[in-house]
């Protein structure tokens, strides 16, 4: 089935788990009408003193996959707390131009906003540490499907890292070149797992988007 509308993975008392579709934003950016992420749970969220209503993190407007939400002010403390710390495990899929030399690496390079276009983040030199780490799933022709796991959130981070090292993610025309067949970047939101609000470890997974997994398997 096409996900095409916000799908709830997991609602309790102290958060819920979405499965977002491309193209829906996470909260407001002033520029667009349109529902978002924020607009759609506003009667799931009480959070007074959050100008982002329960968003602990967020994922780009083309990006797919999984996003937890705080439902309250004091889980939305703790859930940042645990960002802050590095204890919520999350991980991507990713296609990318060409074959990578490693089958596997940690990336830590710096990133900042661009100075000729501050929309754009870059590798440089004075930015804030970011850390990424990748494995190969699978290859084909001059394109590899990646398990992209993040252990910092720096806003575009993997696209930025992985345009870097020279291998951007397909689709991406702002950091790399648009790609016949995608309408997007393959970048999907598929794993994560952190301590709920009693301490136990939980973890959640969504299946590649349909557009993703469709261009995939017949190119």
């Known amino acids: 089935m096409s996900k095409t509308e916000l799908a709830i993975i997991y609602k309790g008392d102290d958060y819920i788990v979405v499965d977002k579709p491309a193209g829906m934003l996470v909260h407001a950016d002033g520029q667009t009408n349109n529902k978002t992420i924020v607009d759609i749970l506003a009667d799931s969220i009480d959070d007074p003193q959050s100008p982002r209503s329960g968003i602990i993190h967020r994922l780009d407007r083309d990006t797919s996959g999984l996003l937890l939400v705080a439902r309250n002010t004091k889980a939305r403390e703790y859930f940042q707390n645990q960002f802050k ?45 970011a850390i990424t780490e ?41 950091y790399g070149v648009a790609e016949q067949g995608l309408t997007r970047q393959f970048l999907h939101a598929a794993d994560i797992s952190f301590k709920d609000m009693i301490g136990q470890q939980v973890s959640y997974s969504s299946q590649l988007a349909d557009d993703l997994s469709d261009y995939w398997d017949s190119n």
């Open 85 to 129: 710390q590095r204890l919520v495990e999350k991980y991507y899929l990713a296609a990318v131009r060409g074959k990578l030399k490693l089958p596997q690496a940690r990336l830590e390079w710096p990133i900042a906003r661009s100075p000729k276009n501050p929309t754009r983040r870059q590798v440089r030199s004075g930015g804030k540490m």
């Open 134 to 174: 990748y494995s190969v799933i699978e290859e084909k022709d001059d394109k590899s499907l990646l398990r992209v796991k993040l252990l910092t959130g720096r806003t575009h981070q993997i696209r930025v890292h992985l345009a870097h090292l020279g291998h951007p993610v397909l689709g991406d025309s702002v």
